[in-house]
T-cell receptor
Framework: AQRVTQPEKLLSVFKGAPVELKCNYS??????LFWYVQYSRQRLQLLLRHISRESIKGFTADLNKGETSFHLKKPFAQEEDSAMYYC???????????FGTGTRLQVTL | DAGVTQSPTHLIKTRGQHVTLRCSPI?????VSWYQQVLGQGPQFIFQ???????GRGNFPDRFSARQFPNYSSELNVNALLLGDSALYLC?????????????FGPGTRLTVL
């Protein structure tokens, strides 16, 4: 069965410091991976997906099939990046996401 | 468009009761998925419906059921409520049923079972 692991419940960094939110997945086939974000008092929303290979709000994520990882990175953290981040995996033909437990990113001055 | 809407916002029930949660997708979206989010965990997939047909089902007991109406709105029903059913129930809509498509989430319904 597929599984997503986010090892850190909380990641606290200073403004301007680099950020790396870890995500490892368990799936033997070709996965489709996403990062979703939830800002305070807002809805869960898509941040980026690996197939798009894009940078959103300065964040990037690279799929590493050898290490089965999809870590989220940003070179310089901003206060507005503080939020809950979820890594999610889709392995079927339907919109059926398997989420990790989430990492709370706290950016302090 | 107000985005995905869900009702009610909060709900308190007692063990053994039945509950119905409602979801209206974004206009033009034909796919609706339901997720359960227990405190401290990520959302867990329950069902996906597309064009009124069930397209996917998560690892939930038969007490959980859902349906989608001709206007693409959806209901999630839970029978014989247990304390462990207390959670935030999220609805998400997307324009197609495929896995690459972005899902748009609603604000959720907070269910408390006493």
């Amino acid at each position: 069965a597929q599984r997503v692991t986010q090892p850190e419940k909380l990641l606290s960094v200073f403004k301007g410091a680099p950020v790396e939110l870890k995500c490892n997945y368990s799936y033997s086939g070709s996965p489709e991976l996403f990062w979703y974000v939830q800002y305070s008092r807002q809805r869960l929303q898509l941040l980026l997906r690996h197939i798009s290979r894009e940078s959103i709000k300065g964040f990037t994520a690279d799929l590493n099939k050898g290490e089965t990882s999809f870590h989220l990175k940003k070179p310089f953290a901003q206060e507005e990046d503080s939020a809950m981040y979820y890594c999610a995996l889709n392995t079927g033909t339907a919109s059926k996401l398997t989420f990790g437990t989430g990492t709370r990113l706290q950016v302090t001055l | 468009d107000a985005g995905v809407t869900q009702s009610p916002t909060h709900l308190i029930k007692t063990r053994g009761q039945h509950v119905t949660l409602r979801c209206s997708p974004i206009s033009g979206h034909k796919s609706v998925s339901w997720y359960q989010q227990v405190l401290g965990q990520g959302p867990q997939f329950i069902f996906q419906y597309y064009e009124k047909e069930e397209r996917g089902r998560g690892n939930f007991p038969d007490r959980f059921s859902a349906r989608q109406f001709p206007n693409y709105s959806s209901e999630l029903n839970v029978n014989a409520l247990l304390l462990g059913d207390s959670a935030l129930y999220l609805c998400a809509s997307s324009s197609t049923s495929d896995l690459y498509n972005e899902q748009f989430f609603g604000p959720g319904t907070r269910l408390t079972v006493l």
